[in-house]
């Protein structure tokens, strides 16, 4: 038996099911306007273990028009390098939540899509994110979804 008719097979026998939306890319841009960093020492430096909540708007490919939000957190875990973040991306037509690590130290940093709802429900794939600009003035956030 060929392995696609093995996993037909599977799928029929144990009921399994597949992905409820075809592969799609979808390219939109991030402004961080409403972010806080909470310290967890007694000084107001870069530590492990401090938290960025975030809740910002998103806007299309163009910058142009939100639609989107998102919201979410991220935990230090590398001083002046690294972050382990999951947020929610609330889109039209569902959500898409991602997890990972984000970098400060390169223009991109990949996170793992973990699921959705609605148009996006048992979605997977990865989200690419890059920096616009030095400051940051926009976060590019490229998903490629399976």
């Not at 409403?34 to 910002?56: P, Q, R, Y």
């Amino acid at each position: 038996m060929t392995r696609s008719i093995q996993l037909l097979a599977a799928v029929s026998i144990f009921g399994l099911s597949t992905a409820t939306f075809a592969a799609e890319q979808i390219h939109l841009v991030e402004h961080p306007v409403n972010e806080t960093t909470t310290h967890v020492g007694h000084k107001k430096v870069d530590a492990v273990g401090d938290i960025l909540s975030f809740a910002n708007p998103i806007f299309d490919a163009a910058n142009k028009t939100q639609v989107a939000t998102d919201q979410g957190f991220c935990i230090r875990t590398v001083v002046g390098k690294s972050w382990e973040c999951a947020w929610t991306n609330v889109l039209k037509d569902g959500m898409i939540t991602v997890a990972g690590p984000f970098s400060d130290t390169d223009a991109d940093s990949t996170f793992v899509v973990t699921g959705g709802t609605g148009k996006y429900a048992g979605a997977k794939g990865k989200m690419v994110l890059h920096v616009r600009g030095s400051k940051p003035e926009a976060y590019d956030f490229t998903f490629d979804l399976l």
